[in-house]
């Protein structure tokens, strides 16, 4: 089966090192991004050098047009879409919830739950032997936040996790027969430009201590387990959801 793989949020963090280790793994890759097309040319040109196609694709993925044009452009410059990494999602700034507008609840749910639900609905669409397609491996970014609950910093993101853990069990015994295999992975304090979005730049290096492991993890570190679940190694892997946390 042709490797062709959509890494959304692919421009930085976790989704770039999925990006880069996908192409090491021989993976074609499209890197889709919201506003920094520097980041995303820089991922392609990774890509490339690994000896990879690679495409460099906008647009926001809580928009259901713009979702559905990253998967025709995808398929138009790479082929037929055989993975997709659900990754683009954002937590919100730190806000206590007796503080929270219906605006920040919007955007989260929006990109992390509707946005998300989109895109695998998009990849299902394609890859569904049911529905002509030749199967397919869809990985989505969850978080741990979904059973820590985030209190006092991001319970609106931590719901918005909760939901695509129960969206990932569901969808993965949906279409498990029509050679599409659902996972998810959930990181836990992993060292990227995320906390500084939110409002906590020392975030990560400051409650990394408080993870058994002693630190934060790498976006490479939770990178690995994504391109894992996408491999056939992983053929007997379904519905899971893989806690990337340093035991926390
Ligand atoms: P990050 O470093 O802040 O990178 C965010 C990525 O998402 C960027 O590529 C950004 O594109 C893209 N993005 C943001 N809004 C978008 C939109 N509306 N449409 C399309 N792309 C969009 O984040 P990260 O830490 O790598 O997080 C990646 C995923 O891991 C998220 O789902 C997050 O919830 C999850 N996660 C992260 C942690 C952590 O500690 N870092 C822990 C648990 C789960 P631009 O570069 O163009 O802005």
Partial sequence: MSKVLIVTGGSRGIGAAVCRLAARDGWD????YAGNKA???AVAADVRAAGRRASVIQGDMSKEADVIALFEKAEAEL???TGLAANAGVTGKITKV???SVAAMQDVVGLNVIGLMIQNRE??????TKLGGKGGV???TSSIAARLGAPNEFTHYAASKGAVDSWTRGIAREVAGEGVRVCAVAPGMIDTDIHATAGAPDRAARLGKTVPIGRAG???EVAETIVWLLSDKAGYTGG???EVSGGR
């Fill in 29 to 32: 890759v499209a890197v889709n």
């Fill in 39 to 41: 980041a995303a040319e």
């Fill in 79 to 81: 082929g037929p879409v």
């Fill in 98 to 100: 007796a503080d929270m």
């Fill in 123 to 128: 990849a299902v669409r394609r890859m569904s």
């Fill in 138 to 140: 869809i990985v989505n």
């Fill in 218 to 220: 790498s976006a490479e």
């Fill in 240 to 242: 899971a959801i893989l």
